[in-house]
C-alpha cells in the first residue's frame, strides 16, 4: 500500500509542473509544506486556489519557453 501512494506522489511530482518546489525555493520553504498550502486553500476557497495553481503552472512553463539559454545562433 505505502509503495502505491509513494509511486502515485513521485509520479506527480515529476509531472506536477514543479510549480510547488519552485515556490518553495523562491520562500525557503519545504514543497511539502506548499503543497499543503495549496491543498488546505483549495478546500477552504472551493476550488478557486487550484486555478491559482494551474495559472502558476502555465506562468513557469511559459518562462522556461522564453528564457533557456541556447548554445548557439543556430539552436533557434
Same mark, same amino acid.
Given at each position: 500500500? @505505502?509503495?502505491m501512494v509513494h509511486n502515485i506522489r513521485y509520479y506527480f511530482e515529476r509531472r506536477g509542473f514543479y510549480v510547488s518546489s519552485r515556490v518553495a525555493d523562491k520562500l525557503g520553504m519545504r514543497a511539502k509544506s506548499v503543497r499543503l498550502f495549496f491543498i488546505y486553500a483549495s478546500f477552504f476557497? $472551493?476550488?478557486s486556489w487550484f486555478v491559482v495553481y494551474l495559472v502558476l503552472a502555465f506562468w $513557469?512553463? $511559459?518562462?522556461d519557453l522564453v528564457y533557456t539559454k541556447? @548554445?548557439?545562433v543556430f539552436d533557434l
Open positions: 500500500m @505505502t509503495k476557497t $472551493l476550488g $513557469l512553463k $511559459l518562462k541556447r @548554445t548557439s
